[in-house]
């Protein structure tokens, strides 16, 4: 099974909820199974397919000689779920930082440590990942490719905001039968959260990519699906001058911000989360216009009102 975590500012698959590994006791231990895919998706953070979009991961391999401790991988929301750390609404995905609030709790070290043993006797010399005490590096430098988006089908066809159990798990699955998944991006509201649907499935040559694109009988879970090659459904995109989120870029392409895509269509420009909008003369005049009058009062004169 291949352990296909979105990329946060795209697709969390982390985001959906799964079964608890493990109960928090003094004395943790995990299964074999979920053992596998917690070392599995420890590997899959480094991988070429999944650095070419989570900028988190690809800083945190420029630190440290490319060491990432396992302090930070256990907050990763796909890791602490298979782990069973409690859930807390004060430990958030370190990807994805509430800047405005104080720095999270460390997590309990027990954890840590779960998560440390599970990786060291997993990871084998065939590798492309060593580890160590504290953490887990590349064993050779990542270099950026654009290869991806030739072999990326765009998937339509499941219901809006409905959140699948392993979705990323179960989708690779249900994909890995056309072909190898390198990576499984489930497409997100950016505001909400809320599943879009959509997905955007990576597979390991272009021909798997195109074979796919071509199917009409794809059906999941009910649903049928809508497969179209990633270059085709962004160039169509670009045809009918819609926005164009980030995921789909094409590598090499600069494309407006949704700000300015927003200017350049007559549209208000939303304010960043927080900020209050700034008052114009025209809002104070409008304030002025709808202010209620001020009634006169005659001395000596009694005002009788009546229901």
């Known amino acids: 099974m291949s352990p296909t975590e ?5 697709v969390a698959a982390a985001d ?3 079964a608890a590994a493990v109960a928090p006791t003094d004395e943790l231990s995990l299964d074999s199974q979920v053992a596998e895919k917690v070392v599995a998706q420890v590997k899959h953070y480094f991988t070429d397919a999944n650095l070419n979009h989570d900028s988190f991961m690809r800083k945190g391999i ?8 396992f302090t930070t991988l256990i907050r990763f929301n796909k890791l602490r779920q298979l782990i069973g750390v409690p ?4 430990i958030i995905d370190i990807r994805r930082p509430n800047k405005r609030g104080p720095r999270p709790p460390p997590i309990a070290k027990k954890f840590v440590n779960l998560l440390a043993a599970t990786v060291k006797d997993g990871v084998t010399d065939a590798d492309s990942v060593e580890v160590n005490d504290t953490g887990i590096r590349r064993k050779e430098p990542y270099v950026e490719s654009a290869e991806w988006f030739s072999r990326t089908v765009h998937v339509k066809g499941l219901p809006y905001g409905q959140e699948y159990a392993d979705a990323s ?3 690779t699955e249900f994909f890995a039968q056309h072909g190898v998944v390198t990576l499984m991006r489930l497409r997100r509201n950016p ?3 809320a599943f879009k649907g959509n997905l955007l499935v990576e597979f390991g040559t272009v021909e798997q990519a195109e074979a796919v694109a071509q199917m009409t009988d794809l059906e999941y879970d009910g649903h049928k699906l809508a497969p179209v090659l990633l270059a085709a459904y962004l160039a169509e995109k670009v045809a009918g001058d819609e926005y164009i989120h980030p995921e789909l870029y094409k590598p090499g392409e600069t494309y407006q911000s949704y700000e300015e895509w927003c200017v350049a269509h007559g549209r208000e420009v939303p304010l960043p989360r ?3 909008p700034k008052e114009t003369k025209k809002t104070k005049d409008n304030k002025k216009a709808i202010a209620p009058k001020e009634i006169a009062i005659v001395p000596g004169v009694l005002v009788k009102f009546t229901g």
């Open 169 to 171: 798990d179960e989708l």
């Open 16 to 18: 959906i909820p799964v």
């Open 87 to 90: 859930e807390d609404p004060k």
């Open 191 to 193: 505001k909400t959260r």
């Open 62 to 69: 420029t630190m440290h000689d490319g060491w990432v401790p």
């Open 6 to 10: 979105g990329i946060p500012e795209v």
């Open 274 to 276: 927080g900020a209050k």
